[in-house]
């Protein structure tokens, strides 16, 4: 028990940290996915320094059109501006090669359009969902996004992703227990070529997956191969409609398709 509420002091002081800097800040450009953190920090900062908050959502390929739909009524219904940007990402050649500084080059090149929108704000700093949890991946995005200037509240005060949830579950947010939605690149190997009509394809599958009643899964790209990950306690469930499942892979254009034993898990290209 004294531990636990060791932990709750510490999770408490933290977020009055967090709301203590935004104040400060006095006003926010969020880069803005939809997701748990982005949302969290989004709304907190809606409650924080209400009508000085503005949402901006990078649109690519990399991200699902569902993502974006979600975001934006999200966004709506914390009341706080959205705007969706074009983010023509694949059009540069470095990072459609797919190397394994993709993140990287993609977050220098977002955090600039991201300056340049807080600037047409009327505001010169951005900031990002980065939580203390994420510190601990591999990430080379991040070093990106220090470099530009984009401020990361969330990690800075110490808030990792339990902290995280647990916070928005007690200011009953109906998104405290959303599942992370990395970007579609993670689902392709390094050193395979970016392109829209497997960002699709891949898309098109998690989708259909999720039809199914599986929502946490990565269907990961390895040249004609997918490997579908879920959480092991639902790999029972997935390879006993094995049939039905590949039979929507291959119309997708899969040849292959496997089912992963070691279950979902985060940056698994990175173990190559």
């Known amino acids: 028990m004294a531990e636990r509420d060791r932990e709750d002091r510490r999770r408490n002081n933290a977020f009055k940290a967090l ?35 503005r949402c901006v959502i990078l649109d690519s390929p990399l991200v699902p059109r569902r993502t ?3 975001a934006k009524a999200r966004a709506a219904l914390l009341r706080i501006p959205c705007d969706v940007v074009p983010f023509p990402i ?18 220098k090149k977002g955090s600039a359009l991201l300056l340049e929108k807080a600037r047409e704000y009327g505001t010169g700093q951005a900031m990002d969902g980065l939580n203390a949890s994420d510190l601990e991946e591999f990430r080379p995005g991040t070093r990106a996004a220090d470099e530009a200037g984009i401020l990361h509240p969330l990690a800075d005060c110490g808030l ?18 959303q599942p992370s939605t990395p970007c579609l690149a993670t ?14 394809r891949i898309e098109a599958a998690e989708q259909s997956l999720g039809d199914r009643g599986f929502y946490r899964v990565r269907v990961r790209m390895h040249g004609s191969l997918a ?15 094995a049939a039905d499942i590949a039979r929507m892979m291959r119309d997708l254009g899969f040849c292959y398709c496997t089912l992963d034993l070691e279950g979902l898990r985060s940056g698994s290209m990175d173990e190559e």
Do not use: H, M
């Not at 540069?92 to 797919?98: A, H, K, L, T, W």
């Not at 689902?187 to 699709?200: K, M, N, P, S, T």
């Open 187 to 200: 689902r392709i190997a390094y050193g395979q070529e970016l392109a829209v009509r497997d960002l699709q």
């Open 68 to 70: 974006i739909q979600e």
């Open 160 to 177: 990792g992703k339990q902290d995280i949830r647990s916070l928005a579950k007690e200011k009953g947010f109906l998104f405290w227990d």
């Open 90 to 107: 694949l059009d540069d050649p470095e990072f459609s090669r797919n190397p394994r500084n993709r993140c990287y080059i993609c977050k």
């Open 19 to 53: 709301k203590r800097n935004l104040k400060g800040a006095g006003s926010a450009v969020i880069s803005y996915s939809g997701g748990l953190d982005s949302s969290f920090l989004a709304a907190i900062a809606g409650e924080t320094i209400p009508g000085a908050v």
């Open 227 to 241: 490997r579908i990950e879920v959480p092991e306690e639902e790999i029972v469930s997935l390879a006993r409609r």
